[in-house]
């Protein structure tokens, strides 16, 4: 991607991750490392909160940026995960996390039953 594009991210932007941390733009800009990081982390809050409310969350709600920004700003800070360190937040994220990917393989895991029994379930 060129650097002279402007990519939207939901559901927040870069600008609003560099204000709540206190970072200026211009040099998130110019550091290539963090601007990856609050790249990825801006997605991966976008994906936290589909799996929390629902993957059609309201992206526009302060109420889903705000927590997006407590995830983003968290996990920037402790994002060693160094285990003596690491905030109560960021552990009620990860088991969050741990919590909503083994419901959604257990969701998966019965679809592909329920479709495989209902090949063979013709009376």
């Not at 939207?8 to 550091?31: A, N």
């Not at 700003?73 to 552990?91: C, G, H, Q, V």
């Amino acid at each position: 991607m060129a650097e002279t594009e402007t990519t939207t991210y939901v559901p927040v932007s870069i600008e609003e991750v560099c204000d709540f941390k206190g970072f200026l733009v211009e040099e998130v800009e110019q550091d290539a490392v963090v601007k990856r990081n609050i790249i990825r982390l801006i997605k991966f809050s976008n994906l936290y909160l589909q799996g929390a409310i629902g993957k059609n969350y309201p992206t526009d709600d302060e109420r889903a940026k705000q927590i997006a920004l407590l995830v983003i700003s968290d996990l920037y800070d402790y994002r060693e995960l160094d285990s003596k360190n690491i905030s109560n937040t960021t552990r009620k994220i990860l088991n969050d996390l741990e919590w909503q990917l083994k419901v959604e393989l257990r969701n998966k895991s019965s679809e592909s039953e329920d479709e495989e029994n209902g090949d063979e379930q013709t009376d």
